[in-house]
């Protein structure tokens, strides 16, 4: 069972800290909405702050809403993968894996919230104009966590 849990510290702690030190090094290297092309007509890195969640979600709210909102969704997510991962036995270690990169993702994210009321993105892909909106490494962790999450669901391979 402690293993179960250094699982999580080890995930989410690593999440966090590349999430935390990603977005560092952005900050220091880059000016707001500077960017560097690394793939011509595919990805560049590109320094961004996004006020509100996902594709922009809320970004026009005040930014009390956007706090209070947030703090609210990921204090309860947080609390949901936390009951999820202790109901999870510890042979299903790419769930647990899964819900550690969801964990590591969000309390990354939430770091930048409580420290500014936004959050930093850099990663930008792209086709000639048409951009994915950017995102970081916080993002990425919980997009790969509930892509494990789902495919652990669809094959019916959830703990009872």
């Not at 690593?14 to 220091?28: H, I």
């Not at 894996?97 to 309390?107: K, Q, S, T």
């Not at 048409?130 to 652990?152: E, K, Q, R, Y």
Request: glycine fraction near 12%; aromatic fraction near 12%.
């Amino acid at each position: 069972m402690k293993n179960k849990y250094r699982m999580l510290a080890v995930i989410s702690g690593a999440v966090v800290l590349g999430d935390q030190l990603t977005k560092m090094l952005v900050e220091k290297s880059l000016a707001l909405h500077q960017s560097i092309e690394v793939i011509p007509g595919f990805f560049s890195l590109t320094h961004i702050l996004n006020p509100g969640g996902a594709f922009g979600f809320l970004a026009g709210q005040s930014a009390s809403v956007r706090r209070l909102v947030f703090l609210g969704a990921t204090l309860g997510a947080v609390g949901l993968i936390l009951y999820l991962y202790r109901k999870t036995p510890p042979t299903h270690t790419w769930l647990l894996a899964g819900f550690g990169l969801i964990f590591g993702g969000a309390a990354g994210n939430l770091i930048d919230r409580i420290r500014m009321g936004l959050v930093v993105d850099f990663l930008d892909f792209y086709i000639g104009n048409l951009h994915w909106p950017a995102f970081n490494v916080a993002d990425s962790a919980v997009s790969i966590g509930v892509a494990i999450f789902l495919f652990h669901l669809i094959l019916n391979k959830l703990p009872d």
